[in-house]
């Protein structure tokens, strides 16, 4: 099925806004992962509420919706 311009907007907002907030949010619970003062598992319940917060729409590829939004606005991102 091929992505709408709506679904690819819609993708190219929440991976903006989950990048941003993994740097916020996640990271720096990964950095205490990597230096032994949280577990592994905090970690990824960081990323879960992230990933939680800002949900993908639904029925939209990932991947093809933010080539889509590429090839309509130029902007260049990587996945």
């Given at each position: 099925?091929?992505?709408?311009?709506?679904?690819?907007?819609?993708?190219?907002?929440?991976?903006?806004?989950?990048?941003?907030?993994?740097?916020?949010?996640?990271?720096?619970?990964?950095?205490?992962?990597?230096?032994?003062?949280?577990?592994?598992?905090?970690?990824?319940?960081?990323?879960?509420?992230?990933?939680?917060?800002?949900?993908?729409?639904?029925?939209?590829?990932?991947?093809?919706?933010?080539?889509?939004?590429?090839?309509?606005?130029g902007w260049?991102?990587?996945?």
């Open positions: 099925m091929s992505v709408t311009l709506e679904q690819a907007q819609a993708v190219h907002s929440a991976f903006v806004q989950r990048k941003y907030h993994y740097a916020k949010i996640a990271d720096k619970y990964m950095v205490k992962y990597q230096l032994g003062q949280c577990t592994k598992e905090e970690w990824e319940a960081k990323r879960q509420e992230v990933k939680d917060m800002l949900p993908y729409p639904d029925g939209a590829d990932k991947e093809e919706a933010l080539n889509k939004v590429k090839a309509e606005t260049d991102f990587s996945l």
